[in-house]
């Protein structure tokens, strides 16, 4: 274990040792970084004996301050979730290290030639909460994309915290990488994560990872650039065409087959010419398989079946088999809706009319617009991006599933042979 | 003049009346937007006598306020600042439209189809001071790039920014545009301001122009994600190998060419074992340039004619015929003076040895470095961007010089024909 470690270091003095260690990051090649990773892995699963007790303490704690079941269960690690989390590991191990890549380029009349190239960010924060798997799975993308990463996990999860940095530590270690490309600012609990928000300079982009709250709060606090990933009120508006069997099994995959994820529908707008139509099928097929559903007075008529809606419902995030759904009077309408309501993440027509789809791909301004496919397919890994950093639901930097490339930004390189500005 | 400018609207209104204009703005073809800005190209040649006056109030205003000669300067507006304003425009008419750009795009097994195409940012706020000619151009940079702009100029500026937007506002009602898309909020001061950057929702990105102070506000105190374009204390190092003359232009163009913009030149350094061979020479050309030398102690045993560099000369951006001097040990030490005291904005390498250039172009972590060529060129015109936005000193979302396609988002379409995730 280097000085730097033994002593007890001042959060400035952490971020100072994180800036150099993010120069060495930034110049290191893909097969060290590879390498650490690999370390990184093999340390998850070999230091069990070493996590599982820092867990325990923590699950301990959080029964004793009342911690709910639910968290409790988001803050457990055992053996296989330990495997499944190296496993993880290795999946960024084989992604192609986006660093150096080409963006774009041109050779100017005067024979300078300019290259916009991806290098990393440099430092980046991450503020999370009693989540011990986004420590292993934020430290393994921003190592990847040649960032140095200061982590701000939830105080419930500071004992296995610790544990997890110290075993990344290792890991670095023993590839020749600086130890503190990867540090833990826990022991400083609230202010640290408020220092952290202010650290213009230290810190280059701030990642929130969790509630809403958590999000909110950062963006709002944080004089760090922040990228931020939002929660998904998602939309699937049936159209008057829409296909029965489609429209069936987009809304069924699209609300069931994952509830719990940002992706997952959470209302559902049926145009009133075809309510009568759909709704009976659609929704039978959701009973079926246990969601409950929140209907407007309109789609109540035609499905009995169903609690009744309410102005929350338009609101809600269920992440459970849970649907608002909604009779409108047309595609205008249904725009309406989602104009109001939307997070804009992710919505979908169900349609085969051209021109309707036309139009709601290019009115609907969310992340991600789509026609007659299910809201599950918004997804770094289907998209095709391997490791999904988050789904950013911003417009600056990154928009949809985030990539290992969005946690680089550019640099321009110039070369010449003695030009000089006209 | 349509009702909702004759009413006295409040900013929340404005923002509202905004995010409608944005919508229509968002999938207005090329054409029309072009159209647009010929109209305010025109406009603001035909709109001289209104123009004028409004403008010589300002200035009455600003002289009674005891404000600088200086700040009366720029906040002036002539018949030939109106058509030089008026040319700008037009050079913006003949820039492509990056709204509907296809940026990437790939089919998944499935058969269904990603693409990710530029979109508006929306509502883009500008923040900026008293120099009306940023009221135009950032107006038909946004309406360009699709999107509706709220300006909040400085007070100094305030009835000539009331008639350029009224005429704006005239030239888009000529085109059946809303004349919502172009908004000033200079009518509510600086409470104004900040609301707009408390905007969260109805801006979707705000924009500051002008000093150091006021950028540096904006950004600790928006709430809404800002785009930064900062200072240059650019520097040149010579290396050792470097060539006499290529030295001698580069530092001169750098330097002279035009002192007062963010990519001139503000601290040379040069390698020790060079320093007697390149000083005289370099520094010579210099002085009979009327450029002031602020020398540290080994740069003064070698070239006299110079002042006494102080700490404060190596974070000063001077915009005047000033250039801070020093002598370092290698290459080394004028990294590390580039890490202490850089902007990040743009450094060159003047050297005859490769690997050294390419240590230079990898380590020194601003948006532009360069080899043998003049810091003059990181510039949007010269990178063949055609407008520039500003030079972003920040790592998000857009980094060096901006075009108008950093004024864009992206979004992703996705068509299936009833796909569902497995």
Redesign the interface.
């Known amino acids: 274990m280097s000085e730097t470690t033994l002593t007890a270091a001042t959060l400035t003095q952490k971020l100072e040792l994180a800036r150099s260690a993010s120069?060495v990051l930034?110049?290191t090649k893909a097969d060290v970084k590879n390498a650490a990773l690999s370390a990184i892995a093999k340390a998850v699963v070999a230091g069990a004996s070493r996590i599982i007790p820092a867990n325990d303490l923590d699950l301990a704690n959080g029964r004793e301050n009342g911690l709910s079941t639910g968290l409790q269960d988001r803050l457990r690690l055992d053996e296989a979730r330990l495997a499944s989390l190296a496993s993880a590991v290795e999946e960024i191990v084989a992604l192609t290290d986006p660093v150096g890549q080409n963006v774009r380029g041109?050779t100017?009349p005067n024979g300078?030639t300019?290259a916009?190239v991806r290098?990393p960010?440099?430092v980046v924060g991450a503020i999370y909460e009693a989540r011990p798997n986004v420590t292993i799975d934020i430290a393994a993308l921003a190592l990847k994309s040649g960032n140095a990463v200061v982590l701000r996990g939830g105080s419930a999860a500071e004992n296995t915290n610790r544990v997890l940095v110290e075993l990344i530590q290792d890991a670095l270690e023993s590839v020749g990488l600086p130890r503190e490309a990867v540090q833990t600012i826990d022991e400083f609990g609230r202010e640290g994560a408020k220092q952290l928000m202010q650290a213009?300079g230290y810190v280059?982009?701030l990642i929130p990872r969790g509630s809403a709250d958590l999000i909110n709060t950062v963006?709002?606090e944080s004089?760090v650039?922040?990228?931020e990933t939002g929660a998904g009120v998602v939309h699937v508006y049936l159209d008057e065409s829409a296909?029965i069997?489609?429209a069936t099994?987009?809304v069924?995959?699209?609300k069931v087959?994952r509830p719990s994820v940002c992706n997952a529908l959470e209302t559902l707008l049926v145009h009133s010419s075809a309510a009568e139509r759909l709704l009976p099928t659609v929704l039978g097929a959701l009973r079926s398989s246990g969601v409950t559903i929140h209907a407007d007075e309109r789609a109540l008529a035609i499905f009995e079946d169903a609690v009744v809606a309410t102005e929350d419902d338009w609101t809600t995030e269920y992440m459970s088999l849970d649907l608002a759904v909604r009779v409108v009077d047309d595609l205008d309408a249904a725009l309406e809706h989602i104009r109001t309501y939307s997070t804009h993440h992710t919505e979908?027509i169900i349609t085969n009319d051209l021109a309707r789809a036309d139009r709601f791909?290019?009115?609907v301004?969310?992340?991600?617009?789509?026609?007659?496919?299910?809201t599950?397919?918004?997804?770094g890994g289907?998209?095709?991006f391997g490791a999904e950093v988050g789904i950013s639901t911003?417009?600056?930097?990154a928009?949809?599933?985030m990539g290992l490339s969005e946690l680089t930004?550019?640099?321009?390189?110039?070369?010449?042979?003695?030009?000089?500005?006209g």
């Open positions: 120069r930034a110049t041109s100017l300078v300019l916009q290098v960010f440099g213009r280059d982009v963006v709002a004089k650039p922040v990228i296909d069997q489609m099994d987009i069924h995959n699209a087959q979908s791909l290019a009115e301004d969310s992340a991600v617009v789509m026609v007659n496919a299910s599950r397919f918004t997804d289907e998209f095709g911003q417009k600056l930097h928009r949809g599933p930004s550019t640099k321009w390189i110039v070369r010449g042979s003695g030009q000089v500005r």
